[in-house]
């Protein structure tokens, strides 16, 4: 074998079993650090062997089984962990015949219940609310989605050293709070599985809007995102906002195909070629807003946005959006997570189900507050509801400033078109 064939090997094996692998050594360790480390390693003994020996029949557990030897000799010069050695060699030794793991299947059918509570761990502890939500961002791809740093920091736009600054920090800042490496408690999990759930969304609306740069979308974050959340509704089918994510994810990453134009350039939802979007991921997300539905608990926010989303993907056509439950179901959002961006959501959705004039009285509120000064999508917005009530001189100059404040250039563009045209219409 290739050098260059092992490598894609290691890298596809990596992406694929490194979430569980770190999350299973965590457990055993009790350092999250150290883990990353340990799997980290093994990940390097398999690039130097595996062009000489070939690929392992079931390479996901040669990782492990090395990891879990260099976990052992680490634990050996370790005075302070050497209480877990006896934990760890009784495990190694009862697996003894899993090291050699003659056939994928045995691994699952061996640690399918125990991988499932690791990565459930690893998804609390990645996201912990003592950390940033950036923090919480870049720790949850690299633990759990397996990118590198370099990944992550061109995915968001940011420099490397800065994304592995977060990484160290959030490593660091874990190990101070003394963290425990565990499932919370029932008392506690509603808190944290609500900053598990904003890290994943954040990860996701990145990919479906990206706040800057020359891409409108990355859709590679958006089905990371929707890996992660996808793992998560099966570690936790009890948790209907759980399930409401993914419906919301499902049903968004359906339009990514229609999103733009050959060119890049961004087309806005009610111009998009509904015949290009995935009717299979629209189904799957059908399915796991019925899942939250059928829990019969009162809807949270991602149940709410989800149920918003399936009525545009309901929607045939622009035209036959049914708006007024739209406006309503934002109404419902405002009203269990009031936040400024549902309320200008709302006034879109008010615009068009009963006239741009009352969307725009909506919107005039949040202008006259200081939460969205910065926001570009407020002067957007206000910009579209002037246009349509023939105020084309004042479109214009919401048009321009929402240019303005947006970082995305493909978003720039197409509101500088926007404000042209509102000056062409204003004119004599």
Not at 47 to 68: D, F, V, Y
Not at 281 to 305: K, M
Request: proline share 6%; aromatic share 4%.
């Amino acid at each position: 074998m290739s050098v260059a064939e092992a490598n894609r090997a290691v890298d596809a094996v990596w992406r694929l079993e490194s979430a569980r692998i770190i999350a299973g050594l965590a457990r055993l360790t009790g350092d999250l650090g150290l883990a990353e480390d340990l799997a980290q390693d093994a990940l390097v003994a398999a690039l130097s062997q595996w062009p000489e020996t070939g690929i392992p029949p079931n390479p996901g557990a040669w990782l492990m089984s090395t990891a879990r030897h260099r976990a052992i000799d680490r634990l050996r010069r370790s005075q302070r962990l050497r209480r877990n050695l006896g934990q760890l060699g009784h495990e190694l030794q009862a697996r003894q015949q899993a090291a050699v793991f003659e056939g994928p299947a045995e691994l699952d059918a061996l640690d399918a219940g125990e991988v499932q509570d690791d990565l459930l761990r690893l998804m609390f502890v990645a996201c912990h609310p003592v950390l940033s939500a950036e923090a919480r961002v870049a720790l949850t791809l690299r633990l759990l989605g397996g990118l590198t740093t370099d990944e992550i920091a061109r995915a968001f736009l940011v420099a490397e050293p800065t994304v592995a600054q977060r990484i160290v920090r959030a490593k660091r800042t874990l190990a101070r709070k003394q963290v425990p490496f565990e499932v919370p408690s029932a008392g506690q999990r509603a808190g944290r599985l609500a900053s598990v759930l904003e890290a994943i969304y954040l990860i996701f609306n990145e990919g479906y809007t990206a706040t800057a740069g020359e891409d409108w979308a990355r859709p590679e974050l958006c089905y990371e995102a929707l890996r992660l959340g996808r793992m998560l509704a099966e570690l936790t089918p009890d948790e209907p906002e759980v399930h409401g994510l993914a419906a919301l994810m499902e049903i968004q990453s359906s339009r990514l195909r229609a999103r733009a134009g050959p060119g890049g350039a961004p087309i806005p939802l009610l111009e998009q070629d509904r015949s290009r979007w995935d009717q299979l991921l629209i189904r799957r997300g059908f399915a796991a807003l019925l899942r939250a539905e059928r829990l019969g608990r009162p809807p949270g926010p991602y149940v709410v946005q989800a149920a918003i989303a399936v009525c545009h993907a309901q929607a045939a056509a622009a035209a036959d959006t049914d708006w007024p439950r739209i406006a309503a179901l934002y109404q419902t959002l405002a009203m269990i997570a009031p936040t400024p961006v549902a309320e200008l959501n709302r006034a879109v959705a008010v615009g068009m189900a009963y006239g741009p004039a009352r969307g725009l009285e909506l919107a005039d509120r949040l202008a006259a507050g200081p939460e969205l000064r910065r926001y570009h999508l407020l002067p957007s917005v206000r910009g579209d509801l002037l246009a349509k009530l023939g105020r084309a001189d004042e479109a214009r100059a919401e048009f321009e400033r929402a240019a303005a404040l947006t970082r995305n250039d493909r978003e720039r563009s197409v509101l500088l078109r926007r404000a042209a045209e509102s000056g062409r219409a204003g004119q004599p």
